[in-house]
């Protein structure tokens, strides 16, 4: 079959395959909270900014198009509409969802490992690195019996002899 006979039938079902894909249902943003004051809107930012989506882990609550965000995202609207001030909406938030909701959970027990871990594993790695190097360092070259001493007087001069044709 010549090329341009391909062409066709590979562009109906590219165009078929297109339009199979689901696309995603339109999720609630930001914009459909009103707010009586630009300070209002920047405190919501802010707050929904610093708790992480529990569904995609990897974004902020206000970023997060996951349905757990976006009921999430009107139940913290509701309780600043309510009145309520930051401590208050992230402490329910976090009795109900744990620390790991928070991008910076607070320094406690809990939360040590987390806090502490890497920089733990890091001085763990240096102190390893720095033992082998100083074994390393101090360990005596062995010493080479006088068989093997000999052998390598013997290549060496064999070696010797081939570099140089005057010999």
């Keep these: 079959m010549s090329p341009k006979r391909l062409l066709a ?6 165009l078929l395959a297109w339009g199979l894909v689901p696309t995603q249902a339109p999720a609630a943003t930001l ?5 009586d004051t630009p300070a209002q809107e920047q405190a919501f930012r802010e707050l929904t900014g610093k708790m992480r989506c529990l569904v995609c882990q990897n974004e902020s ?20 509409k309510e009145g309520k001030d930051q401590a208050t909406i992230i ?3 976090v009795d109900r969802y744990g620390d790991f909701v928070l991008y910076q959970p607070p320094v406690k027990p809990s939360t040590y490992l987390l806090w502490f871990g890497p920089f733990v594993l890091v001085g763990i790695g240096g102190f390893l690195l720095l ?26 001069a064999a070696g010797d002899d081939q570099q140089d044709p005057a010999k």
């Design 91 to 93: 402490a329910f938030v």
């Design 61 to 80: 609550l206000a970023a997060s198009q996951a349905d757990v965000a976006q009921d999430l995202r009107r139940k913290v609207y509701s309780m600043m």
């Design 131 to 156: 033992r082998n190097l100083r074994r390393q360092g101090t360990a005596p070259e062995p010493a080479l019996s006088p068989a093997d001493q000999a052998r390598i007087a013997q290549l060496l």
């Design 31 to 35: 914009q459909e909270f009103t707010f």
């Design 9 to 14: 039938p590979a562009l109906v079902g590219a």
